[in-house]
């Protein structure tokens, strides 16, 4: 039961990080459209920002679906957290696969 609090409290954290590199990354874009101080600065940042954004989503997504799952009556149990894991690295995977060759 102390591993769920710690991930409760961890996710928390991630979910604010999330917020404020979304913000980042809107104003970023508002920068390379607007010209909003550099938009060679704002694409640079822009295009940065993706896979820092998409690895903290990923975790955001797997501990989040843990509880979820909690909620509809699946025993927390090491399968749980392995099925878990699994689906927030593959589509941490996917999105890395999809940055690097396209």
């Known amino acids: 039961m102390r591993l769920n609090a710690l991930l409760n409290r961890l996710d928390r954290i991630v979910a604010w990080t999330l917020l404020a590199l979304f913000f980042l990354m809107m104003v970023s874009g ?19 920002l993706d896979l820092p954004i998409m ?9 989040r679906l843990k509880f979820a799952l909690m909620r509809l009556r699946v ?12 689906v927030g690295l593959a589509s941490f995977l996917f999105v890395v696969y999809l940055d690097l060759w396209y």
Request: hydrophobic fraction near 50%.
């Open 30 to 48: 508002y920068m390379i459209t607007r010209g909003f101080v550099s938009v060679h600065y704002g694409s640079i940042l822009h295009t940065q």
């Open 55 to 63: 690895a903290l989503f990923s975790a955001h997504f797997s501990v």
């Open 75 to 86: 025993k927390d149990s090491l399968a749980l957290n392995i099925f878990c894991l699994t």
